[in-house]
């Protein structure tokens, strides 16, 4: 099970187990872990150099860094959990392992009183054979042990990644091989999530604009209104449709599922650079998922889509697979770009159901 989008478990303790912060096989504190996606450690460690720190090493899904805490970089789009300062755990023996994590987290309790419920995630970064029933078992030992010491603290630990983007507090394990962890109190969150499926739903690409509803904080709303420009099969269209929205949903290729024959979709064949608003029309949402080259979206479908206002937020997902993706990064968020010229806010990133693809949301200056 990967650390971002689903939490294996959770538990939480305070001081009353013995500390061993000189444990051996426990190591150092500083710099930071970032995990991605399991094939996407090189994109981030070169988005993390790229803002000043020094990737030192790196394996499936998780980059470990120096240079500082990352606490301060503005929102890598790669990067789905960031532990800043973790303390580094090495051991081949389960319950050894989590004793030792066991007694950081009461260390790091000392001078701290939990009055209510807080966040306790544990998993494991990539996506390596095994891994997920080696940090079950660790972490067994672990809740074991508090729950013996410390019943109340533990009562009020939480399973699962919290929603939401940015910093939380809490407790966070991250294993990136089986004998070794890391764990810090506090995660930035990227706000990426594994997001269920819909029977109905026409594609998996459906998955990607849940997703992205998350990270800008916002969703269609009943009477809203949404452009989808590559629409088909439909999985965007529909997931708009449903939550009550209006949508013209624009491809030449056919809907299916749930989105063929919705009352709440209008399908036009036409050419999505070429589909304009009416003349006074603005429509609230602007959906782009097309498959072509991300310059060329950028310059004539973003740009005047953006600069005109036409819609008042989006959710515009560009294709890096022919493209380098750090130089596309830059060129996002250059001064000059139709985002940073034209939106009050935006955030691009790599989600949980993006391939080779970053998702930008965000909302127009009026
Ligand atoms: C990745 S699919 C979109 C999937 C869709 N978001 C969904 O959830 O089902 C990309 C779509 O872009 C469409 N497309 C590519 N170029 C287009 C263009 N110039 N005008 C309209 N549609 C286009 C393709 O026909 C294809 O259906």
């Known amino acids: ?23 051996p096989s426990a190591g150092r504190n500083g710099g930071m872990l ?50 800043p300062a973790p303390r580094e755990f090495r051991g081949a023996r389960i319950n050894a392992l989590g004793r030792q994590i066991a007694d950081y987290l009461a260390d790091s309790l000392r001078d701290e009183r939990l009055e209510t419920v807080w966040p306790c995630v544990w998993g494991g970064a990539g996506e390596i054979a095994g891994l997920t029933r080696r940090v079950t078992a660790v972490q067994k030992t672990f809740q074991d042990l508090l729950r013996r010491k410390l019943s109340r603290v533990a009562r009020l630990a939480r399973t699962g990644m919290p929603s939401g983007l940015g910093p939380v507090r809490g407790f966070f394990v991250c294993f990136t091989d089986f004998d070794r ?17 819909d029977a109905a739903a026409p594609s998996r690409s459906y ?28 999985g965007w269209s529909y997931s708009a449709a ?51 080259e991300p ?38 968020r250059m001064p000059a770009s139709p985002f940073a010229l034209n939106a009050a806010d935006f955030r691009i990133r790599h989600l949980y159901h993006d391939r080779e693809e970053f998702t930008v949301v965000g909302g127009l200056r009026p």
């Open 34 to 83: 970032a995990t991605s996606q399991a094939g996407y450690a090189k994109p981030l460690a070169g988005e993390l150099a790229g803002a000043g720190l020094v990737p030192r090493e790196q394996g499936p899904g998780w980059v470990l860094c120096d240079g500082g805490s990352g606490r301060e970089l503005p929102e890598p789009a790669f990067a789905w959990l960031r532990l």
């Open 295 to 332: 310059h060329q979206v950028l310059r004539h479908l973003v740009a005047p889509w953006l600069e005109r206002r036409w819609c008042r937020r989006f959710i515009i997902n560009l294709k890096f697979g022919r493209v380098d993706p750090l130089g596309l990064l830059r060129e996002l």
């Open 207 to 234: 998955l990607k604009v849940e997703e992205a509803y998350g990270v800008l904080g916002a969703e269609p709303r009943p009477g809203e209104t949404v452009a989808d420009l590559g629409a088909a099969p439909g």
């Open 242 to 292: 449903r939550r009550g929205a209006r949508v013209v949903a624009v491809d030449n290729g056919p809907l299916k599922g749930g989105a063929l024959g919705h009352p709440g979709i209008e399908h036009r064949r036409e050419d999505a650079f070429r589909f304009r608003p009416a003349p006074g029309e603005t429509f609230d949402w602007l959906f782009c998922d097309l498959v072509a």
């Open 181 to 197: 962890a890391f764990a810090a109190r506090e995660a930035v969150l990227g706000g990426q999530r594994r997001m269920a499926d």
């Open 1 to 23: 099970m990967r650390i971002c989008p689903v939490a294996v478990a959770a538990v939480a303790g305070v001081a009353g187990i013995c500390a061993l912060a000189s444990a």
